[in-house]
């Protein structure tokens, strides 16, 4: 009866493990520029950030597998010292599926270029909410956070706001360290302004339109293409206020990174009137796209 027992406990526990990830991570470990024949750790380094992302619980909720946000992190290796030291770039991109649609739209991306970490070949990752364990570890459970937030925030208005503030918490903790990118003096757009962004409530109005975009613009439009349509124009003018506040904001430079193609492909469907409403609006919210909205017109 025990070994039953234990054999129970064993098999709810695999189940448990089954079920609590968050996260369908893809990892890429590139080294182009790095030159050596031993490419071992690197491939060592893919595993261990594969596992961290895709093995640990980023959310307060019970997942199903179906329900997993899909997501990307390639990691571009620029330097090595051979050892235990790296430095590289690291894209970060997540999507979410579309109602009644065979399409995943992109909700998150961005580009880190202030990757500096260390790391030993078979290494487990640690990492701990309530200090700064390491730098690999860190950067991505930020991510992985604002990755869980943006995902809510489309969702559920304001839906997000949970993971936000473990993404900041994360920040906060790595204050102590001499890792670029989380301190407000290294440059106005790393990790420290998309989170002082996200919990800003300057910005609140762009996280209600990721929700209206989504739920009631893409959700809808499989169904009913025009209604969906209409529904993001009406939301589209809340857009040209917010580089007003603070030219070059982080938030909305990553909104319009992660949505301008298919902004275009939207409107590209788009009675003229509309598009030209929307091209108005797009250029002046996005004027660093400019030329991406212009092809509306043709």
């Known amino acids: 009866m025990m070994k039953k027992l234990g054999l129970l406990l064993l098999w709810l526990g695999i189940v448990h493990t089954a079920i609590a990830q968050d996260l369908n991570a893809r990892v890429q470990v590139l080294s182009p520029k790095i030159a050596t024949t031993n490419k071992r750790i690197f491939t060592s380094l893919q595993t261990a950030m594969r596992e961290f992302l895709n093995g640990r619980k980023w959310s307060a909720d019970a997942v199903q ?7 990307s992190f390639v990691l571009t290796v620029t330097n090595w010292d051979n050892g235990t030291s790296f430095s590289g770039e690291l894209q970060v991109q997540s999507t979410r599926p579309v109602y009644n649609a065979a399409y995943n739209s992109p909700v998150f991306s961005i580009n880190d270029r202030d990757f500096d970490f260390t790391y030993t070949e078979g290494q487990t990752i640690d990492f701990n909410n309530q200090t700064f364990e390491s730098n690999l570890s860190s950067v991505m459970a930020f991510y992985a956070y ?10 559920s208005k304001f839906g997000g706001t949970s993971y936000y503030a473990n993404a900041q918490t994360v920040v906060i903790n790595a204050q102590s360290s001499s890792y670029r ?90 009675d003229p009137q509309e598009k030209l409403q929307a091209m108005n609006i797009l250029n002046q919210a996005d004027p660093a796209n400019g030329n991406l909205y212009q092809t509306l017109q043709q």
């Open 65 to 71: 597998p179906q329900e997993k946000v899909d997501c």
């Open 146 to 155: 604002m990755i869980m937030a943006f995902d809510y925030d489309s969702f």
């Open 181 to 270: 990118g989380w301190k407000a003096f290294d440059n106005n757009t790393n990790r420290y302004w998309l989170s002082e962004n996200t919990m800003n409530k300057t910005y609140i109005p762009l996280r209600e339109f990721l929700y209206t975009y989504h739920r009631q613009g893409l959700d809808l439009m499989a169904d009913n293409a025009a209604t969906g349509r209409k529904n993001i124009t009406a939301a589209l003018p809340v857009l040209t206020q917010l580089d007003r506040v603070r030219v070059g904001a982080t938030l909305p430079t990553l909104f319009f990174l992660a949505k301008r193609n298919e902004l275009v492909s939207i409107y590209s469907k788009a």
